[in-house]
């Protein structure tokens, strides 16, 4: 017996396109914002590690001349 070897991907991508057009664009909206809001989150985490990497000084500050002469140094 065959089982159906479908990726959920390409299942998904089926599914979609038995949408009707208007659904099927409300779809990519509602992901496109979705998207955007998981973006969002990421860079408040990564806002708040450096913030706390601030506050700890364990950061360091300095021109990009700083940056290319700290890199060559090591």
């Given at each position: ?43 408040a ?6 913030l ?8 360091s ?14």
């Amino acid at each position: 017996m065959c089982k159906d070897r479908t990726s959920p991907l390409q299942h998904a991508l089926e599914t979609v396109e038995a949408l009707p057009p208007d659904d099927q664009k409300l779809l990519i909206d509602i992901t496109q914002l979705r998207l955007t809001e998981l973006r969002r989150a990421e860079i408040a985490r990564n806002a708040e590690v450096t913030l706390q990497a601030v506050r700890e000084k364990r950061a360091s500050f300095g021109s990009i001349e700083d940056l290319k002469r700290d890199l060559s140094s090591e």
